[in-house]
């Protein structure tokens, strides 16, 4: 999945792809460069983000979803809001990316149910201003997330979704903290056990910056990240991840390649 953020401040791309333009022309590189899905957001979700209204995001991802989807493209949006999700079915988006497994509109999960797209339920439990200060995690982590996870898929299937729409997201650093990160990558296989495929975005997020960091130093930039997501990007495929959301489609795809040829020739 190729990100297309058209934010003015997405903290990884903000402001790159705020014209139409520039976010179609991007959304075609990354299907030159292999990406089975493109993903456009209007709403950056780092911490500490103030929410766009609805008429901007709208504004900000409609044209984008009608251009890129009338290429050819198969598009989700990244939104939390029903009537944004709404006007991107509309404009020919198959998969509704919601951040907060309905929990910031639950009137979202009704549209979902009365279309055909895909559900992707992410972990979540607050908005960026404030999503930082609810780290605590009663049963630890991985299970915590697990049972917050499962409600909100036990949500969306009570309102008509059927469970073959459904996919969940742990949810990486969005009210998690470096550590927790690494320890919801080592406990994958828990959530894949809520019995839907999973996706994960690891890409360029803050807690590669820390790891990279030198000694005593402040973490490795956003732009910098890369060749330990690539890692990420390969250990996720081992671990039977069904979708990756990734900014750079083309360093992913060779990764994927790889560990594609090497398994094949391990399983011989
Ligand atoms: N991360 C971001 C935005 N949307 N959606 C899903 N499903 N999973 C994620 O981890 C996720 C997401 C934040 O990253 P960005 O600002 O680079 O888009």
């Known amino acids: 999945m190729g990100v297309v953020n058209v934010t003015p401040d997405s903290f990884s791309d903000g402001g ?21 899905l493109l993903d456009i957001g209007g709403e ?55 951040v907060s497994g309905g929990l910031a509109d639950p009137r979202i999960l009704e549209v979902v149910a009365d279309s055909e797209a895909i559900y992707v339920a992410m972990h979540w439990r607050a908005h960026g201003a404030t999503m930082q200060q609810f780290t605590e995690y009663a049963d630890g982590v991985v299970e915590t997330v697990r049972t917050e996870l499962s409600a909100r898929l036990e949500a969306a299937l009570a309102v008509g979704i059927a469970a073959e729409r459904l996919v969940v997201d742990p949810g990486l650093g969005f009210s998690k903290t470096a550590e927790q990160n690494w320890e919801l990558l080592r406990g994958l296989d828990r959530i894949a056990d809520l019995g839907r495929p999973v996706l994960v975005g690891a890409s360029r997020k803050a807690f590669l910056g820390r790891l990279l960091a030198r000694p005593g130093g402040s973490p490795r930039p956003v732009g910098e990240r890369e060749s330990a997501h690539t890692a990420i990007t390969v250990l996720l495929a081992q671990a039977g991840v069904w979708c990756t959301r990734v900014h750079d489609v083309r360093a992913a795809r060779d990764a994927l390649a790889v560990y594609e040829r090497m398994s094949e020739r391990n399983s011989r």
Do not use: C, K, W
Request: glycine letters at 6%.
């Open 44 to 98: 950056s979700t780092r911490p500490g983000a103030t929410r766009p209204l609805v008429t901007e995001e709208l504004a900000r991802v409609v044209p984008v979803i009608e251009e890129l989807a009338a290429a050819g493209a198969v598009v989700s949006v990244d939104t939390m809001r029903a009537e944004v999700a709404e006007a991107a079915i509309a404009a020919g988006a198959r998969v509704i990316n919601d």
């Open 16 to 36: 790159r792809f705020l014209a139409t333009d520039d976010a179609v022309a991007h959304g075609r590189e990354l299907l030159a460069d292999g990406a089975d």
